[in-house]
């Protein structure tokens, strides 16, 4: 079959390789329709997620039909369509039963490395390094779906690809972000990045009854898209200073809830980001925290800062002084994707959320090194992309 | 008040680090030889890790990784304590555990152990290079849902002893699980196949076959990524 390699930072490679197979009991095999490329995904491109290895297969959105399962499968069959959760879950520790998906205590190989970083190790993830499991990704043709039962979701004739794809991973990602807000009847929520998952996250924040949403980016297109999908507030922060923007805007008072929907990648702009690349450099640090720094010190007394954008390792300079006094809540985490595939689903279903309208871009996988190149450099206007097999 | 004591020292006494330290350090220092040997090639994973070590050197103001992973294998023998939660009832774990034969399902070092009667059973370790280190053990203590322990019988290549122990955790969290587990040269002179197994023996290799004793009775299966495709050119 045929698959998208990492071989090296900013080095793709579409392979030939051997068809997955069954390797333990509760395992399915998933022949893939659709993936797409995620923001996350670009981390591992650019070199800043550790632990990637040549010839990794990528991608860990992805849709498409179960060919073969294991002798514990229960609740699938082949033949059935089925969208997949990019965290890998067991569905029997503390953590799963808790609906704490993307923390599962058991589906880390590699648990020992991740623990060595972070003190516990959480969920493995598919295609993405082997501290979250060296699990083979699906940008390719076919993939092995561990703890099938607790890790597919069955979708229904009426919803496509394009839309079943984006709740593997984006959509829940975007409406935990903004369930994480505790939101309030008329809130305003600021959201850091209009990419998928910060766009997603604005239409989250109004579904859970945010009154304004403000979109913070410096891509008019993105910005020009928060608008129209969202209806946010733009504010480029290469025009504008981003934190007497969000003063004025809300009466001084600043936004009940701020996202981060941008992670450790974030450009920035002045001292911080020069600060950044220097830590970078040096080692010293693996992160840049523009955007939580922003959120921090943007956000109202008592309100809520929400980290969705991805963070690897360390990060420096965080205003904890302000957190502190001004009674923050910081919230954060890798998506439970399995807590919120099914009622995101009914929401597609019922026509109450189309999230696909964040897809700007479709390849053929084959084209999967143009594609991370393009959404890379968000060239022609590039939001999403998928890749069809 | 209750205050926490260790309940087994986990350092010999030429270690002068703390248990916490000392398990990161060997994690890490696991980890990156794993890789070392596996690969041959250490440097992407070096520069991997290097955030997290850095910090970790940072905060101790030590640079001695590799001198106390040396320790940690030099040493003459092995006495580990190590605990883990399982998310399912004791009388489940008691009973796995208690049919010995079951052992090799999880621990990698053990090859197979032998159930002779309902005390005594025989036990074969595998030290790198193919050999084999056996001895005869024998039950000395046991209390059904509560704890096992054993000891070598005299005689053997090795002497080991052993207890576990089984007790519910608290906020139905399934069972807490200890493992006291000890490898002693017996008498002075230690054969060059016990060497290799003592020094083949870490924490982290106890710890990780824990986590496969709690992933099979959780899950049914220990997870893994071995044997699964990935992009590879041809003779790569
Ligand atoms: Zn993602
Ligand atoms: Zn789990």
């Known amino acids: ?389 | 008040m209750t205050r926490y004591e260790p309940r087994y020292p986990k350092t010999g006494k030429d270690v002068n680090v703390g248990p916490s330290e000392r398990l990161l350090s060997v994690l890490l220092g696991g980890y990156m030889a794993a890789r070392g040997v596996r690969k041959g090639r250490l440097g992407g994973l070096a520069t991997a890790l290097a955030g997290g070590y850095l910090m970790y050197r940072g905060s101790t103001g030590r640079c001695n990784l590799y001198e106390k992973i040396g320790v940690s294998t030099a040493r003459r023998a092995i006495e580990i304590d190590e605990s883990v939660i399982i998310n399912r009832p004791v009388h489940e774990i008691y009973s796995y555990w208690r049919n010995l034969g079951n052992i090799p399902e999880f621990m990698r070092h053990i090859e197979e152990v032998r159930v002779i009667d309902d005390k005594r059973s025989h036990w074969v370790a595998s030290a790198p290079g193919g050999i084999k280190v056996e001895w005869d053990a024998e039950i000395t203590g046991e209390r059904e849902n509560e704890y096992i322990a054993w000891k070598s019988l005299p005689f053997s290549d090795i002497e080991s002893e052993g207890m576990v122990e089984f007790s519910t955790a608290p906020g139905h969290r399934g069972t807490e699980l200890r493992v006291h587990m000890i490898y002693n040269l017996p008498g002075d002179g230690a054969s060059a196949p016990v060497q290799r197994l003592l020094a083949a023996i870490s924490f982290r290799q106890i710890r990780e076959e824990l986590r496969r004793f709690k992933q099979i009775m959780e899950t049914g299966e220990v997870p893994t990524t071995e044997g699964q495709v990935r992009g590879r050119a041809v003779g790569e």
């Open chain 1, 1 to 389: 079959m045929k698959a998208l390699c990492w071989y090296g930072k900013r080095d793709l490679r579409v392979m030939e390789v051997p068809e997955p197979e069954i390797l333990g009991p509760r395992d399915a095999i998933v022949r893939v329709s659709l993936s797409a490329v995620c923001g996350s995904d670009l981390h591992l491109y650019n070199g800043h997620v550790p632990s990637m290895e040549r010839g990794d297969i990528l991608g860990h959105e992805f849709v498409g039909t179960v060919v073969d399962v294991g002798g514990r499968v229960e609740g699938f069959r082949p033949g059935d369509r089925v969208a997949v959760p990019f965290t890998i879950s067991c569905g029997r520790c503390f953590f799963c039963e808790r609906e704490l998906w993307s923390l599962c205590d058991n589906s880390n190989p590699n648990a020992y490395a991740a623990e060595a970083l972070y003190g516990y190790s959480p969920a493995g993830i598919y295609g993405y390094s082997h501290l979250f499991g060296g699990y083979a990704g699906g940008q390719a043709e076919y993939v092995r779906v561990p703890f099938a039962d607790s890790g597919l979701l069955k979708l229904p004739e009426s919803v496509s690809d394009e839309k079943a794809v984006l709740l593997c991973d984006v959509f829940p990602t975007g409406y935990m972000a903004a369930e994480n807000c505790s939101i309030q009847e008329g809130d305003t929520v600021a959201v850091w990045g209009a990419g998928p998952v910060g766009l997603l996250a604005m239409k989250s924040a109004s579904l859970l009854g945010a009154e304004r949403v403000i979109a913070i980016d410096r891509f008019p297109e993105r910005l020009g898209l928060a608008s129209r999908l969202a209806d946010a507030v733009a504010l480029n922060y290469e025009d504008v200073d981003v934190d007497e923007a969000l003063r004025d805007i809300t009466g001084g008072m600043g936004p009940d809830a701020c996202i981060d929907a941008v992670g450790m990648e974030a450009h920035g702009k002045g001292h911080g980001r020069v600060y950044d690349a220097v830590k970078n450099k040096l080692r010293a640090e693996t992160d840049r925290p523009t955007a939580l720094r922003q959120a921090i010190l943007a956000c109202r007394k008592g309100g809520t800062v929400s980290i969705a954008g991805a963070y690897a390792g360390y990060v420096d300079k965080v205003p904890v002084g302000a957190a502190f006094n001004k009674g923050i809540t910081i919230k954060g985490g890798q998506t439970h994707v399995q807590k919120y595939m099914p009622r995101l689903l009914n929401l597609v279903e019922d026509g109450k959320a189309d999230p696909s309208d964040v897809i700007t871009h479709s390849f053929g996988l084959e084209e999967g090194p143009i594609a991370y190149e393009v959404f890379k450099h968000k060239e022609d206007g590039c939001v999403k992309v998928v890749l069809k097999p």
